[in-house]
């Protein structure tokens, strides 16, 4: 690990609600825009709203897709 001790100390010391944020932060710095990607998602929401209005696709509420997972 290349992260200086005194660093690492300081960031371990943090309470967890600064863990949290430190490690938000790190990771929004990872994030690189892609145009491309960004377009294909657009392009597959506007599909599923379409799709729905069609009503070839249904929407759940919450509550039901979280069953699933109890």
Do not use: C, F
């Not at 938000?24 to 825009?33: F, G, H, M, Q, R």
């Not at 990607?37 to 599923?48: K, L, P």
């Amino acid at each position: 690990m290349s992260i200086p001790k005194k660093i690492l100390d300081e960031v371990l010391a943090l309470p967890a609600n600064g863990k949290v944020e430190l490690v938000d932060v790190l990771l929004a710095s990872l994030e690189v825009p892609d145009k491309s990607t960004d377009q294909q998602w657009e392009r597959e929401v506007e599909d599923r709203i379409a799709a729905y209005h069609r009503g070839e696709i249904k929407a759940l509420k919450i509550e039901e897709v979280l069953r699933k997972y109890k």
